[in-house]
């Protein structure tokens, strides 16, 4: 059986970031600080943030769903219109696809799987997330990361991926690949309502899932 080491040795990757060693302040391994959030704290700062100007047309922040003990986290780009409204991520036609690529490796939603977003609020008309929104929220997403711990990450959709592995690659190149972000193994696919526009590369996006399990087999 492959030790601790010999996986991450194999992944390439470090070891998987964990808690905070010291009281009160937490760093990435990009040298970013994530506040000491509890989930309760966490949640009310969402709800209440002000720090850019989705702010102002959001109907609410949508911090994320699911277990918050998982070892999968899926991360996505930005609320749409539907999860603006219900306050939860991937709903509505891209949520079903979703769930049932979930299910094609035997997953399904809040058991053992964390959904979210890199952005919490809604750009209006589903435009691009801005980099001063990126940033606002960026402390966000690596409290969810510290709180959750996950052993992998899933990305979805090239904004996703850009933001998190800070590059401009297209997304064809960053698949097929294990990556890491905070020092957890991270795996890059399409988005599902991309899929849904682009029924082909279905079968490209199985790969990547397929790539994913395997990592998280090892892990």
Same mark, same amino acid.
Request: hydrophobic share 40%; with cysteine.
């Given at each position: 059986?492959?030790?601790?080491?010999?996986?991450?040795? !194999?992944?390439?990757?470090?070891?998987?970031?964990?808690?905070?060693?010291?009281?009160?302040?937490?760093?990435?391994?990009?040298?970013?600080?994530?506040?000491?959030?509890?989930?309760?704290?966490?949640?009310?700062?969402?709800?209440?943030?002000?720090?850019?100007?989705?702010?102002?047309?959001?109907?609410?922040?949508?911090?994320?769903?699911?277990?918050?003990?998982?070892?999968?986290?899926?991360?996505? !780009?930005?609320?749409?219109?539907? @999860?603006?409204?219900?306050? !939860?991520?991937?709903?509505?036609?891209?949520?079903?696809?979703?769930?049932?690529?979930?299910?094609?490796?035997?997953?399904?939603?809040?058991?053992?799987?964390?959904?979210?977003?890199?952005?919490?609020?809604?750009?209006?008309?589903?435009?691009?997330? @801005?980099?001063? @929104?990126?940033?606002?929220?960026?402390?966000?997403?690596?409290?969810?990361? @510290?709180?959750?711990?996950?052993?992998?990450? +899933?990305?979805?959709?090239?904004?996703?991926?850009?933001?998190?592995?800070?590059?401009?690659?297209?997304?064809?190149?960053?698949?097929?690949?294990?990556?890491?972000?905070?020092?957890?193994?991270?795996?890059?696919?399409?988005?599902?309502?991309?899929?849904?526009?682009? +029924?082909?590369?279905?079968?490209?996006?199985? !790969?990547?899932?397929?790539?994913?399990?395997?990592?998280?087999?090892?892990?």
């Amino acid at each position: 059986m492959l030790s601790s080491d010999d996986v991450f040795n !194999e992944l390439g990757i470090g070891p998987v970031w964990r808690l905070r060693e010291t009281p009160g302040s937490s760093r990435a391994d990009d040298g970013s600080h994530a506040p000491a959030y509890t989930w309760d704290t966490l949640t009310d700062a969402v709800a209440h943030c002000t720090a850019c100007k989705l702010a102002a047309s959001r109907t609410q922040g949508v911090l994320g769903v699911g277990d918050r003990n998982a070892d999968w986290l899926i991360i996505g !780009e930005a609320p749409g219109a539907d @999860e603006d409204a219900q306050g !939860e991520p991937f709903v509505g036609q891209a949520g079903k696809l979703l769930d049932a690529m979930l299910a094609s490796i035997g997953l399904k939603r809040g058991d053992n799987v964390y959904i979210t977003n890199v952005l919490k609020s809604r750009p209006p008309g589903n435009r691009n997330p @801005e980099p001063d @929104e990126v940033a606002a929220c960026r402390p966000y997403l690596l409290a969810q990361i @510290e709180l959750i711990q996950p052993k992998l990450i +899933l990305a979805l959709g090239r904004f996703a991926a850009h933001s998190l592995l800070d590059t401009d690659e297209a997304i064809a190149r960053l698949r097929g690949r294990v990556h890491s972000f905070c020092n957890v193994p991270l795996v890059v696919t399409y988005h599902p309502a991309y899929l849904l526009r682009n +029924l082909p590369d279905k079968a490209r996006a199985w !790969e990547d899932l397929c790539l994913a399990r395997r990592t998280m087999q090892i892990l």
